[in-house]
Nanobody, 115 residues
Framework: QVQLVESGGGLVQAGGSLRLSCAAS????????MGWYRQAPGKQRELVAGITGGGNINVKDSVKGRFTISRDNAKNTVYLQMNSLKPEDTAVYYC?????????WGRGTQVTVSS
């Protein structure tokens, strides 16, 4: 059984920073792509950033230069460093991991940016 545990969300003022983590545990044979999505109230879930098993990175235009995705393969963990946060970044952030050829989602962590 596989589990994804997210951490690092919270309330921060505009211009502040947060670092999200998502750790996979359980019976893991392989991990390929890892990523972060977010969903704001009344909006569809959208990709924020993704990183492949080979290290290729894709980042949403509106967060380029502010958000950085990285992974630690030894720890089966993906990170999202978020700097210069804006109120429009407020959302529930979900990690998404392709693991053992299946896609798993975390439960989500709330990020709230006050103006």
């Amino acid at each position: 059984q596989v589990q994804l545990v997210e951490s690092g969300g919270g309330l921060v003022q505009a211009g502040g920073s947060l670092r999200l983590s998502c750790a996979a545990s359980g019976t893991i044979f392989s991990i390929n792509a890892m990523g972060w999505y977010r969903q704001a109230p009344g909006k569809q879930r959208e990709l924020v950033a993704g990183i492949t098993g080979g290290g290729n990175i894709n980042v949403k235009d509106s967060v380029k230069g502010r958000f950085t995705i990285s992974r630690d393969n030894a720890k089966n963990t993906v990170y999202l460093q978020m700097n210069s946060l804006k109120p429009e970044d407020t959302a529930v952030y979900y990690c998404d991991v392709v693991l053992n050829r299946l896609t798993y989602w975390g439960r989500g962590t709330q990020v709230t940016v006050s103006s």
